[in-house]
């Protein structure tokens, strides 16, 4: 069983939110670059935590009503678990609390399991950018 929690200790979070990314992203964000988005005050960061681990990440940027999903992984060995999804509405419900009523995402059209997760959670295509990832993948732009 795992529980869901919002970080308030940035420095925690950036260590912990690296260390998910690395496991998750060829391409992936150091604790530096993690500190630097959590320095934000719009910025805000969920995890799923297991036996004193954290296994999964979402991250958030809020302005006004709206709010970005900046990045949500899963570790491979937990993925296909609920934990995703659980993580994402669990921290829609709290941005939801402090008046966010949309929320956006780019999401690689390679990412299959991705994609099938935001279509779950009534995630729509709005908009498409061409070859816009590393591997040459579209970003599939969606909302809710």
Request: glycine share 6%; hydrophobic share 40%.
């Amino acid at each position: 069983m795992f529980g869901l929690y919002r970080s308030r200790n940035p420095e925690e979070a950036a260590i912990n939110a690296a260390r998910i990314h690395a496991a998750c992203f060829p391409q992936a964000w150091d604790a530096a670059y993690f500190e630097k988005l959590l320095a934000n005050p719009t910025t805000s960061i969920f995890f799923a935590r297991e036996e004193g681990e954290d296994i999964a990440l979402a991250l958030f940027q809020k302005v006004t009503t709206e709010a970005e999903i900046l990045t949500l992984c899963v570790l491979p060995r937990v993925q296909g678990e609920g934990i995703g999804s659980g993580l994402l509405w669990f921290a829609e419900k709290e941005l939801e609390r402090e008046g966010c009523s949309r929320f956006f995402l780019e999401v690689s059209a390679a990412n299959i399991f991705a994609r099938k997760l935001y279509n779950r959670l009534n995630y729509k295509e709005f908009s498409r950018r061409p070859r816009y990832y590393p591997d040459g993948s579209d970003a599939i732009c969606m909302e809710k």
